[in-house]
T-cell receptor, first 115, second 114 residues
Framework: DSGVTQTPKHLITATGQRVTLRCSPR?????VYWYQQSLDQGLQFLIH???????AKGNILERFSAQQFPDLHSELNLSSLELGDSALYFC??????????????FGEGSRLTVL | SQQGEEDPQALSIQEGENATMNCSYK?????LQWYRQNSGRGLVHLIL?????REKHSGRLRVTLDTSKKSSSLLITASRAADTASYFC??????????????FGKGTKLSVIP
């Protein structure tokens, strides 16, 4: 158990809909990262927050947004969903601002299926 | 975009044999990490090697890093059925001020046959 909690574990929705994925980082970790894992693209970095502030954006679509709240939990909002958005979405946390010092701790992921 | 590229994409070995996976990357890095993922589960960190290190050990794992060739290898000795998983290398590179990005390869799928 990494200590990172993601909800929901599974989500099935229709095209055009909007969903919110939630992540609670390990106790004390200030950084939260979001990754998308699909069969064709592999693991893609989406966005990084540190202590409530956005630090870096990766391959995140404009239809997607995220935020990190004062209690450090984070939410990833996916809107106008398309079939291609079906993937595993991972949240990871670390105690520091970046991956220079060490590892990321991953949650078990939220599996999104868009029908 | 993927920076690390693992080789082979899939590997099948007998229990007790050694498994070697390779990773190549393109740009300069601060460190390189290896992660394991059991089917459909979260990634678990295995080992981190910094750019100024050449070799690192952790239990049955040995990682090497050759920055001149921009490559790394992960060796799992005396493999067990429980080692069956996908293994990913991830490179930590500078993205912009205050942020490094961990970029993952597509992974090597290891099957250890009992």
């Amino acid at each position: 158990d990494s200590g990172v909690t993601q909800t929901p574990k599974h989500l099935i929705t229709a095209t055009g809909q909007r969903v919110t994925l939630r992540c609670s980082p390990r106790s004390g970790d200030l950084s939260v990262y979001w990754y998308q894992q699909s069969l064709d693209q592999g693991l893609q970095f989406l966005i990084h927050y540190y202590n409530g502030e956005e630090r870096a954006k990766g391959n995140i679509l404009e239809r997607f947004s995220a935020q990190q709240f004062p209690d450090l939990h984070s939410e990833l909002n996916l809107s106008s969903l398309e079939l291609g958005d079906s993937a595993l979405y991972f949240c990871a946390s670390s105690p520091r601002t970046g991956v220079v010092s060490g590892e990321l701790f991953f949650g078990e992921g939220s599996r999104l299926t868009v029908l | 975009s993927q920076q690390g590229e693992e080789d082979p994409q899939a590997l099948s070995i007998q229990e007790g044999e050694n498994a070697t996976m390779n990773c190549s990357y393109k740009t300069s890095i601060n460190n390189l990490q290896w992660y394991r993922q059991n089917s459909g589960r979260g990634l678990v960190h295995l080992i981190l090697i910094r750019s100024n290190e050449r070799e690192k050990h952790s239990g049955r794992l040995r990682v090497t890093l050759d920055t001149s060739k921009k490559s790394s290898s992960l060796l799992i000795t005396a493999s067990r059925a429980a080692d069956t998983a996908s293994y990913f290398c991830a490179t930590a590179g500078y993205l912009r001020a205050g942020s490094y990005q961990l970029t993952f390869g597509k992974g090597t799928k290891l099957s250890v046959i009992p």
